[in-house]
Every structure is written in structure tokens, then in C-alpha cells.
């Protein structure tokens, strides 16, 4: 299956592993993703504001170029966009949104774009690569585990962009289960946290590094009490905020013990045996190899 | 004996303002408490996101001097949880746009730490400069 696929810009520099473990998950699942051709940053956030289009040109640009992959015949008949980064998602979908509800701003916005020779039809839908995963049967991912890791405790973190607004969510913004199913069919332990849709703070990193460290001890805590050894998540603003803070947090309070947070596919890779190379955990600030090899001898 | 509230123009004025960039209806607000209760940052602010709904709902526009809705990170939880289906996160959105119509900018790239310049991924600078300049 050959799918449009949408980087965005963290994607190509600081969430590189993100990037190269999702690419090579899908290829060993036959799913290969066909980079946008000339795609642009979304914006990162949604525009909220009524009065406000300019901000919707972003995200409608990368739709015209799915439709563009389809008339080239680059991808056959496939009109989905799959994003990895959870601050793109929402963005993409929530302009999306818009546009389906608000015909008159779509029309606006397709008079005013000079510089695309096609009109932006609607036929695009933004998916997330969590929702691809959904529909894998359990045995296919079972057949495709080389280094199975039964003890190892995993909490996912969703954030806030996979799940809100509820109409753009993946799932039940309240009570997600999307990343637990995943998890139990990859037959890793299964660590819930109460916090696990709970905001990180987000951009408020750049002005205010302090609300960060104190919404990241919350939540990393809860996942540690729940008896966590790793965190996932799907954001690269979220790893950020919870794996690269951990610095100011020990600062903090010196009896914290780091805990790794990967992204779900770099685990998925590493589950895999795909090879080093598509693990990047370089990238990652608290090494996630310490707890993942002791695994792999302890399980062996 | 009841008191009755008198808003003047200048108040409505202000409510139908941030009903207009919003798209919501401010004046739906019950003051149960829901959004306050449910925000993750709410310690951080100066007034709760209830308070500041009153403020808005009164037309009060002393709210664009309080702290709250720069602390929003847009989380969208209080939008989920309200019982009146208002989404707060877009007032709040409203009221940085008022203030940043003005160009009164939150941030300054000279003000971010080298260090952080060099370690903090692309979304979160290009979110934070959508949501704190104009």
C-alpha cells in the first residue's frame, strides 16, 4: 500500500528517529510512504479564530498537492495523508474541518491562490499513522516481533492534539485506547497513567520553561507510580517537553530517576529487530537502551 | 429586592467582539466551574479560565490585562469538558488577537536563550510565534 505521507518540519531535524523508525515500521508492514512532493509547513498550531483564513492556506496547499499525487498517478487512488507528528494532525485536520463545514471560506481561499493551477476539491483526509496501525491485524504485527519484550512496562502518553477538539480526535478524548491496543498486540506489558491525555504545556516551552517542568514532573511521576519503565507518545513537542526537561526536573528535585520517552514506533522498531539505524535513539535525551537491552537478555 | 446589572455600550461592545473573532457565544457561560476545575495550567494563572469567561461575558476588558489566556497552551480540555458546548479555548485565542492586532507581541526571539534556541524542535517555535506575535 502506498500512502501520501506528510513530514512537517520537526520531522526532518530534531524527531529524525520518529521519522526513520515510522518509515521503516510501515515498509515491514507493506506500507510504503510516498513523501508529499513540495509540502509545507502547516503551521503547528490550528487557527482558532473566526475572522481569520490566511492561516488555512498553509495546510490546503499540502491537500492540493495530494490530490496533484493522484492525478500524477504517484499514489492510486489515495486520497488519505498520513502525518506522524500529532501538532501536524491536528492542524491538517482542523483546517480540513473547516473547510467541509465552511464552504464559503474554501471558496475564498481557492479564488485567492494564484499560484495553484487546481482548486482544492475536499477529497483529502488526514490520518494519523496510529489509525493505519488500527487496521493491521494483530497477527501480522505477533508475525513481524523478533525481540519480544513480555516484562517490559510501557505507559503511552497521548498529549492533547491526537484527541482535541473531539471532532478531529482519533479517539475518545476522555478515555483513549487507540495506543493501549497497539501496545497489548505488541505483547508488552501495558502501563496505564491517569495523566496520559494530560497537556505538557506545550509551545509554552519557548517563553516558559518553568510550567513545563512542573506539568512533566506530574506526569512522568504518575506513569513511574503506575510502575512504568518506558513512556510512548507521538508528538514531538511532548518528547521534547518530557524527555529533554527531565535536565531542569533532576535540577529540581535530585531524587527523581529519569525515565526514557520514545516515540511508539522507534519501540515498534526495536520490537522489530529493524536494525539500529532505524531506532535513532542517538536522539533521544534519557538513553531508552539501558531498559530496552536488559529486557531483551532478561527475556531471552 | 433584586439588583439588577446595568452594562454600558462600551461593555457590550467588548462582548461582541470576542464573540465575533471567537465564533462562540460568551454569554452561554453558567459559571459551573468546569473549565477551572478541568485546566491543567490553571495554577499558573493569574485568574481562573471561569473567572476570566465572567469578565468576557460582562465585557469587562480589564481580562486583556491578566495573565490566563497568554498561559492557555490551547489544550482543548476545557473545550471538551464544557457543559454549555462553549469552546474556550477559541475565547481565549480571541483575546491574544485582540492584543495582538494591536502588535503588542508576548515574545522576542532575543529573549530565548541561546541554548534553547539551539536544542527546542521547529513546532515549538513556530507555535509559540503564532500564538505570542502578530
Known amino acids: ?300 | 429586592m433584586s439588583n439588577k446589572l446595568i452594562l454600558s455600550d462600551k461593555n457590550v461592545e467588548f462582548t461582541e467582539k470576542v464573540n465575533e473573532i471567537s465564533g462562540e457565544v460568551v454569554t452561554l457561560c453558567e459559571q459551573c466551574g468546569t473549565c477551572s476545575g478541568s485546566c491543567p495550567l490553571v495554577a499558573e494563572m493569574d485568574i481562573t479560565p471561569s473567572n476570566m469567561m465572567r469578565l468576557v461575558e460582562l465585557g469587562d476588558e480589564e481580562v486583556l490585562d491578566t495573565k490566563t489566556f497568554w498561559v492557555c497552551a490551547s489544550c482543548f480540555t476545557c473545550t471538551t469538558r464544557c457543559p454549555r458546548g462553549i469552546d474556550i479555548a477559541k475565547v481565549g485565542e480571541a483575546l491574544r488577537q485582540i492584543k495582538l492586532r494591536k502588535a503588542i507581541d508576548r515574545i522576542d526571539i532575543k529573549n530565548i536563550a541561546e541554548e534553547d534556541r539551539k536544542i527546542l524542535p521547529q513546532v515549538a517555535i513556530v507555535a509559540a510565534f503564532r500564538k505570542f506575535t502578530s
Not at chain 1, 520537526?10 to 510501515?26: D, M, R
Not at chain 1, 485506547?177 to 508488552?188: D, G, P, W
Not at chain 1, 522507534?266 to 537491552?293: C, H, R, T, W
Request: include cysteine; hydrophobic fraction near 35%; charge should be negative.
Open chain 1, 1 to 300: 500500500m502506498k500512502i501520501p505521507y506528510y513530514p512537517g518540519c520537526t520531522l526532518k531535524t530534531k524527531a529524525k528517529n520518529f521519522e526513520i523508525s515510522s518509515i521503516a515500521v510501515a515498509k515491514s508492514l507493506g506500507v510504503e510512504f510516498v513523501e508529499i512532493p513540495r509540502w509545507n509547513c502547516c503551521g503547528a498550531v490550528p487557527s482558532l479564530s473566526s475572522d481569520d483564513l490566511i492561516r488555512h492556506f498553509a495546510p490546503i496547499r499540502n491537500f492540493i498537492r495530494v490530490e496533484e499525487m493522484n492525478k500524477a498517478g504517484i499514489v492510486d487512488n489515495e486520497y488519505r495523508m498520513v502525518t506522524l507528528c500529532a501538532m501536524c494532525y491536528n492542524t491538517l485536520k482542523m483546517s480540513n474541518l473547516r473547510m467541509r463545514r465552511n464552504k464559503e471560506d474554501l471558496d475564498k481561499i481557492n479564488d485567492v491562490m494564484y499560484l495553484e493551477t487546481e482548486h482544492y476539491k475536499q477529497d483529502v483526509e488526514v490520518v494519523h499513522f496510529l489509525e493505519i496501525l488500527k487496521d493491521i491485524d494483530a497477527d501480522k504485527l505477533q508475525k513481524n516481533i523478533k525481540n519480544p519484550l513480555p516484562d517490559l512496562k510501557v505507559s503511552p502518553y497521548y498529549g492533547c492534539t491526537l484527541l482535541r477538539p473531539k471532532e478531529i480526535g482519533i479517539d475518545d478524548p476522555e478515555d483513549p485506547k487507540i495506543m493501549e491496543n497497539l501496545l497489548t498486540n505488541l505483547s508488552v506489558t501495558l502501563v496505564n497513567n491517569p495523566l496520559k491525555t494530560r497537556c505538557c504545556g506545550s509551545y509554552q516551552v519557548v517563553s516558559d520553561k518553568d510550567i513545563i517542568t512542573s506539568l512533566g514532573y506530574d506526569i512522568l511521576n504518575n506513569a513511574k507510580r503506575a510502575g512504568a519503565e518506558v513512556i510512548v507518545t507521538s508528538c514531538p513537542l511532548c518528547q521534547f517537553n518530557l524527555d529533554r526537561r527531565q535536565k531542569d526536573i533532576i535540577e529540581l528535585h535530585h531524587d527523581f530517576e529519569p525515565i526514557p520517552v520514545l516515540y511508539f514506533t522507534q519501540l515498534m522498531a526495536f520490537l522489530f529487530d529493524l536494525g539500529e539505524e532505524s531506532y535513532g535513539f542517538e536522539q533521544n535525551y534519557i538513553d531508552p537502551k539501558k531498559v530496552l537491552n536488559r529486557k531483551e537478555l532478561v527475556s531471552n
